[in-house]
């Protein structure tokens, strides 16, 4: 049997022509595969949310301080109409820290005129705003205890959505709702942030409420299982000006083994 | 080969192959960014890098698990098996950009350590749609990042073939919690058919590859030769080998490789010090057997490699009657010197 020429070795310049057009072929073959799959990967995302974080951008707000639970500057937007901002820290934190650092001071807050210098997150219509130093916040000791917003009370109610981190889902990520975001989510929760519920009315209008515990107070921990699950919540509905609150019970938090309806954008 | 450790020894072949994995890589990242920020542009900086690196490394693995097969099927592929490591160690460079990011977007500047919170912030190990999918994510990694700290012959010789080859094996294992991590995560979330079709699709080929591959080769296995009066193995008639090439027959000891050179025949052990290659599917070069996957030589008459180099595998005594090859079954020592049989004309 005669000697067949062609071997590769890799160590030696020269390749042998089978091995060269074999070789040839299968790059042409991967280019194929990275566009194909380039183009699957690339255009089947879901859309991402029209949701803006203003990261190093910095904006400065003035509005009247209040906690009803949740830190928030009251801003008068047109005349008589007001939009309640929602203060949070840098990271996944609340803006707490900071406000214990100002209070030390012997200084009071609510009702008092303060204006914040931080990055603003809008969508939606709702407005929140992440302070990244204490020092971004001057206040006017005047009090404006008459200005403070009222919660109505809109009685027992339930929503089918799923529970987010506001500073994620309203700009700050990406998608920042579901189940890839929910360690993200847990941990801005836990670190202080607001829960909100993420809904849809019966128009199918977007609509978000934030979440306190039954007794009207901030619900963090307690929360933490429910959150990024699609689950059908029921509480007492309150109506403070732009922001809707439910106080509820976790208790009454039910996880729905479905696709949450807030994925549809 | 190489007598001394570098970092790379570095040769054309090597060259060509680590340009075209960067530009591939280049190429792949160039097309998932630009198609996203064309038709996904309220996408987010960091949710970009995380899914075009993430994705990149999947393909490249994909890419990585099929080339071994591919080489067993068709020796066509085996420059794609020469350098594997470097796509390997690039492979785990991307998915540690996707997975550094992705530790920093969901668990950094929180109230709790990152690594902490990436095994505690979700705790529904009991059920498999809300499973915890980072974690799973986490492991591979870490097998990856133990492979590609590993990918060198330092590590090869001084582990131990064996075990060396044993923690590169691993690749199945983290390939499997990748595939959970992509399905029991972003594909709870990114559900678009097509997707995950395609991943389907890439598993299914990588599995029908090893299936197949592995039903040739234990088909190999299974030979049987006909034992003459001194309990030597009638394997083939010498015209049946190619000059310069060999014939591998598995005996109870493993696989053997009987070359036949420059009017001669040898037999040594078939497999290949270094990584394990069949030094029967090599071919005889400047008086070597050299081996087909990173070339490895050995003299066919004592299975030493070439001095300076030192390793050494087991040979064979043979017996050429009437044109019939005839093994001796008992393996001598490795590195025995055994006389080669001169074909006659």
């Known amino acids: 049997m005669r000697e067949d020429k062609e071997f590769y070795v890799g160590y030696f310049d020269e390749m042998g022509p089978n091995t060269k057009r074999n070789i040839k072929g299968f790059i042409v073959l991967v280019v194929l595969i990275v566009v194909f799959c380039a183009m699957v990967f690339g255009l089947s995302q879901r859309p991402f949310a029209n949701s803006t974080f203003e990261f190093g951008s910095d904006t400065e707000i003035t509005g009247i301080y209040h906690e009803m639970p949740y830190p928030m500057l009251r801003v008068e937007v047109a005349e008589n109409e ?9 990271g996944k934190s609340s803006i707490n820290p900071f406000l214990k650092k100002i209070r030390r001071k012997g200084t009071r807050l609510t009702g008092k005129i303060l204006t914040i210098k931080g990055n603003l997150i809008y969508y939606n219509g709702k407005t929140l705003i992440q302070l990244t130093d204490e020092e971004n916040v001057s206040i006017k ?5 008459s200005e403070l917003p009222i919660k109505d009370e809109m009685g027992r109610v339930s929503f089918m959505g799923e529970i987010v981190d506001p500073k994620c889902y309203f700009g700050v990520m990406k998608p920042g709702y579901g189940k890839i975001h929910r360690s993200c989510a847990v941990r801005c929760i836990s670190g202080g942030i607001p829960p909100v519920l993420a809904t849809k009315d019966n128009e199918g209008n977007d609509r978000y409420v934030l979440l306190t515990d039954s007794s009207g107070n901030p619900i963090n921990e307690a929360i933490l299982n429910y959150i990024g699950k699609p689950a059908k919540v029921t509480g007492h509905l309150e109506r403070m000006e732009d922001w809707d609150f439910l106080r509820l019970n976790t208790g009454d938090i039910e996880v729905l083994d479905q696709e949450s309806g807030i994925y549809v954008q | 080969m190489g007598l001394d450790y570098q970092f790379v020894l570095w040769n054309r072949n090597k060259k060509r192959y680590d340009i075209i994995i960067v530009f591939g890589m280049l190429f792949y990242l160039f097309l998932f960014t630009g198609l996203t920020l064309i038709f996904k542009s309220q996408t987010t900086m960091e949710t970009l890098l995380i899914r075009a690196f993430g994705t990149l490394a999947l ?59 990436l095994f505690t912030s979700n705790m529904d190990y009991g059920s498999l749609t809300n499973f915890p999918f980072q974690v799973m994510g986490f492991f591979a990694l870490l097998i990856l990042f133990a492979m590609a700290a590993t990918s060198h012959d330092f590590y090869l010789k001084n582990l131990s073939p064996k075990i060396w080859k044993g923690l590169h094996l691993m690749v199945y294992i983290a390939y499997v919690f990748i595939l959970f991590h992509v399905f029991l995560g972003a594909f709870q979330q990114e559900t678009s058919v097509l997707t995950v079709s395609f991943m389907g699709l890439g598993f299914l080929s990588l599995v029908t590859l090893h299936i197949i591959t592995g039903i040739r080769e234990a088909g190999k296995e299974k030979q049987e030769y006909e034992i003459n009066v001194d309990q030597w193995l009638k394997v083939c008639h010498v015209s049946d080998i190619k000059t310069n090439r060999a014939k591998i027959c598995t005996i109870d000891n493993g696989p053997v490789a009987i070359y036949k050179y420059d009017g001669k025949i040898s037999a040594i052990h078939n497999t290949c010090k270094h990584q394990g290659g069949p030094l029967g599917e090599g071919k005889v070069i400047d008086g070597c057997i050299t081996c087909p996957w990173h070339g490895y030589q050995y003299l066919p008459h004592n299975g030493q490699s070439p001095p300076p180099f030192t390793d050494k595998v087991q040979t064979y005594q043979l017996k050429l009657e009437k044109g019939i090859i005839y093994l001796n079954p008992r393996a001598l020592q490795e590195g025995t010197y055994v006389e080669p049989i001169q074909i006659e004309k």
């Not at chain 1, 007001?82 to 840098?90: A, S, T």
């Not at chain 2, 020469?82 to 690039?90: A, D, F, K, P």
């Open chain 1, 82 to 90: 007001y939009k309640n901002i929602v203060l949070l820290g840098f």
């Open chain 2, 59 to 117: 393909l490249m693995l994909h890419i990585i698990l099929a080339i071994g097969p591919l080489c067993r099927l068709n020796t066509a592929f085996l420059p794609l098996l020469y350098n594997r490591r470097h796509l390997g160690v690039s492979m785990f460079l991307a998915a540690l950009v996707h997975g550094g990011f992705s530790l920093f977007q969901f668990h950094a500047l929180g109230n709790t350590n990152p690594i902490y919170s």
């Open chain 1, 141 to 145: 000791n005047q009090l404006f205890v």
